[in-house]
Structures are given as C-alpha cells and as structure tokens.
C-alpha cells in the first residue's frame, strides 16, 4: 500500500544543535517533495521544494535531502531556536493520481 | 499572511445541519485547495479546482461538495453534519501547478456538537 511516514514521535532538540527531520515513501515515485511549517491553529507554510534529480537543496538554515534510492527526504534545521519549534510537515504529489499527500507531521521542540 | 483568505475562522454547529466555508486564493493563482485537518487524522486533501474546473480529488465525503467560482474564490459545502466533521478547514492556492507548491489559509475551525 501506499504511505508518507514522518518520525511519529516529537523531537527535542536543545538550541543550536541541528535537527533532523525524516520523511519516508512507500510505493510512489514523486516528481518532488515539499517540506512545510505548521505552528498550532495555522495553516502550513512552504519552506522548501527539492526535485527528484536533485540531492540537496538548502535555504538560510535549512537543508533538504532527497533520496529516491532510499525513498526517503531529510530535513535538517542548523543553529536551531526556540522560534523554530513547530510541526513540520512533508508533502508529495502521486504524479499517476495528480494530487498532493501529506506526511503526518513532527512535531520539534527546540529548548533554550 | 500568505494572501489566502477564508471565511468564517470560526462556526460552531449541530449535527445533521449544512455550512458553507468561503475561501478567496491569492491575486493570480488559480488553483484552489480544500483540506481537513483533524487531530487523528493528519491533513487531508479533499479537493482541487482549478480555473473553475475540478482538477483533483481526494478523501471528500459525498456529504461534502465545493466549486469555484468565475471569480476564482471558492466554497466548501458540508451538509448532514456529523459530529467526526469537526476539523479544521483549511484553503490553499496555487498558480505553479507544476510543483503544487501551496499557500495556506488560516483556517476555519468547525465544531459540530
């Protein structure tokens, strides 16, 4: 069958290590994969996007690996803070029924 | 503030009712997203229209039925209202639908009691 799997417990990080973040597929084979921010009662906000023939993509403080080997994505969060505490969620388009799915989420904590 | 408006934040209902849900995308894009979000159940995609026309669709319920308008907003119609339906609502829009790179709105939270 066909999943998303985010780490399903919460991460706790202590500021300025870097977080890391999984997101694994089973049975899709996505075009490219999306990461987004959730903070409580809001809706999510894109972050970053990395294509299938691109391993690495980053942006200020984050990174995003893309193994379509391992059907797997990494999020990294460097120099974490407090502010960065969310849930983060992935998100793939299942490219033979054009539409979007998202992963469950993480939810980071990031302590001072 | 991702430019995605919705309608009402907030409505509060009793089971077997109907309620609309309004959602206006960002200037330009025309794509419209509607998902459900629920604390068991993660965020759902229930359907895409784009340019007016159904593009995509998800887990919606028969119960559940939206279109999009020549003006590009949107409307979420939930009729038979049961008390699992309540959930967060939430729009997004779009105008690269070759990545489906999304903007959210903020949401409208629906209880059904």
């Known amino acids: 069958s066909q999943k998303i799997e985010q780490n399903s417990e919460a991460l706790n990080i202590q500021e300025g290590k870097t977080a890391t973040l999984t997101c694994n597929y089973t049975n899709y084979s996505p075009a490219y994969l999306q990461w987004y921010r959730q903070d409580p009662g809001r809706g999510p906000v894109f972050l970053l996007l990395i294509r299938e023939n691109e391993k690495e993509k980053r942006k200020e403080r984050l990174k995003v690996t893309f193994d379509t080997t391992l059907k797997q994505s990494l999020f990294h969060i460097t120099a974490s803070q407090p502010a960065d505490s969310a849930t983060y969620l992935c998100a793939l388009v299942d490219s033979s029924a054009s539409k979007i799915i998202f992963g469950s989420g993480t939810r980071l904590s990031i302590r001072p | 503030d991702s430019g995605v408006t919705q309608t009402p934040k907030h409505l509060i209902t009793a089971t077997g009712q109907r309620v609309t849900l309004r959602c206006s995308p960002r200037s330009g894009d025309l794509s419209v997203y509607w998902y459900q979000q629920s604390l068991d159940q993660g965020l759902q995609f229930l359907i895409q229209y784009y340019n007016g026309e159904e593009r995509a669709k998800g887990n919606i319920l028969e119960r559940f039925s939206a279109q999009q308008f020549p003006d590009l907003h949107s409307e979420l119609n939930l009729s038979s209202l049961e008390l699992g339906d309540s959930a967060l609502y939430f729009c997004?829009?779009?105008?690269?639908?070759?990545?489906?790179?999304?903007?959210f709105g903020p949401g409208t939270r629906l209880t059904v009691l």
């Open positions: 997004a829009s779009n105008r690269d639908t070759s990545t489906d790179t999304q903007y």
